[in-house]
C-alpha cells in the first residue's frame, strides 16, 4: 500500500528529469556563489550541466503523454517495433521517409511512421514505452524537436507533418 497518491506519484515519475537536474544546477550554483577558487569553479560547471539538464528534461517531459496505452514500443538496434493488440510492425529508422502526428478524437493521438515499400506504422502516443521514440526521433537529419513537441501538445485537428525525408533531385 503506497501513501502517495497514484496522479502524484505520475507527475513526478514524468518531470523526474528536470527535478534532477533542477536539484544539481542548485548545488551547483550555491557552490559557485559560496565558495572560492577551486570549488566555486566546480560549482559553476556542476550548475552549467544542470541547466543542460534541465533544457533536455524539460523536452523529454513535454513528450511524455502517458503511458497505459494500446500496445509497446519497443526501439532496438536502428529499428522501431510497435506490438499493438490488433496491428503492429517495425520500421527501420534509416528507412523513414516521413514522421506524422495523426490526431484523433479520442484523445489518443499516433504517431504515423512511413518506410517505402512498408506498410505505415501507427503507434498510439501513450502506448507503454512510447518515450523511447523521442530517442529514435532525434537521430533523424533535420528533425525539429521543437515543432513536434508544439504540435504533440496544441492537440491539432488535422495532421501535422513533423519530419519529411528531403530527396535530392537531379535537375
Known amino acids: 500500500m503506497s501513501f502517495v497518491r497514484p496522479e502524484s506519484r505520475a507527475f513526478f515519475w514524468r518531470w523526474r ?5 533542477l536539484v544539481v ?12 577558487g577551486l570549488i566555486a569553479g566546480f ?11 534541465l533544457f533536455a528534461g524539460w ?21 522501431i517495433i510497435y ?12 528507412g523513414l521517409i516521413r514522421v506524422e502526428l495523426i ?9 504515423l511512421l512511413v518506410e517505402p ?20 526521433f532525434s537521430v533523424l537529419n533535420g528533425f525539429a524537436t521543437q515543432k513536434m513537441l508544439n504540435a504533440l501538445n496544441a492537440r491539432p485537428a488535422q495532421p501535422v507533418v513533423i519530419w519529411q525525408k528531403r530527396t535530392a533531385y537531379l535537375h
Not at 25 to 36: A, D, I, P, Q, R
Request: proline letters at 3%.
Open 83 to 94: 506490438f499493438g493488440p490488433h496491428t503492429g510492425g517495425s520500421v527501420s529508422i534509416e
Open 17 to 21: 528529469e528536470v527535478l534532477v537536474a
Open 103 to 111: 490526431p484523433s478524437e479520442s484523445g489518443t493521438h499516433h504517431w
Open 43 to 53: 560549482g559553476w560547471v556542476i550548475a552549467a550541466l544542470g541547466a543542460v539538464g
Open 59 to 79: 523536452q523529454r517531459a513535454r513528450f511524455r503523454i502517458g503511458d497505459g496505452g494500446a500496445g509497446v514500443v519497443q526501439v532496438d538496434e536502428r529499428q
Open 117 to 136: 515499400g512498408q506498410t505505415s506504422l501507427s503507434i498510439p502516443t501513450d502506448a507503454e514505452h512510447s518515450e523511447d521514440l523521442f530517442d529514435a
Open 25 to 36: 544546477f542548485l548545488w551547483g550554483l550555491w557552490l559557485g556563489l559560496t565558495s572560492f
